[in-house]
């Protein structure tokens, strides 16, 4: 049972750090020159990233990812939403986990949101968590084997890219993305 509460508390923790605008956090002008620096180094290590933005409804770039965990883990990121090639709004991406798990780890990551369906539950909903709502792929090297720009189906491709750190794994589950303000 000590567990479990170990758990709740851990994660209630790292929501409301979500929650929380640092006054040490990123500037726009910092967060639009990081974000523009992530896509660029994926389109230039993915050429499939590249042709899916050309699809994309919009494009939610999330250029560094800090996450953590001994047993307990979690992560925080910010980034922002570009859309008709413009910054339209900004975001955080707080995660939260449990399990067999140790070290430390930074990575970016960039979802392409291609219906409508998937641009509407982020801007309308209070917060997209990750495997509610629309349907997201995480797309590693043998997704993108089966993907072309003509096989495109789901809500939202992820693309994880620029790991660093000691981590055994690295997924989007217990991921929740909000809208901050800047």
């Known amino acids: 049972m000590a ?3 170990k758990f709740f508390l851990t994660l209630a923790v790292i929501i409301s750090l979500g929650s929380i605008n640092p006054a040490n956090a990123a500037t726009s002008q910092d967060l639009d020159k990081d974000s523009k620096q992530a896509l660029q180094k994926l389109y230039e290590t993915n050429s499939l990233a590249k042709k899916i933005s050309q699809s994309a ?9 800090v996450k953590a965990g001994l047993i307990f883990g ?3 990121g910010e980034g922002e939403l570009i859309k008709g090639g413009a910054v339209e ?4 991406s707080v995660t939260g986990s449990w399990g067999l798990q140790a070290g430390a780890q930074s990575y970016g990551y960039v979802m392409f949101l291609m219906t ?3 641009l509407d539950y982020l801007d309308k909903s209070r917060g997209w968590e990750i495997g ?7 797309v590693d090297a043998g997704v993108a084997k089966n993907i072309s720009t003509t096989t495109l189906k789901e809500d939202a491709y992820a693309f994880i890219f620029d790991q660093q750190g000691l981590m055994a794994g690295i997924s989007l589950e217990g ?3 909000s809208k901050i303000k800047r």
């Open 175 to 177: 991921t929740k993305i």
């Open 3 to 5: 567990i479990v509460q």
């Open 74 to 76: 979690g992560g925080y």
């Open 132 to 138: 509610v709502g629309p349907t997201v792929v995480v």
């Open 116 to 118: 409508d369906k998937a």
């Open 57 to 65: 409804k919009a494009i939610l770039i999330f250029p560094n990812i």
């Open 89 to 92: 709004n900004y975001y955080n």
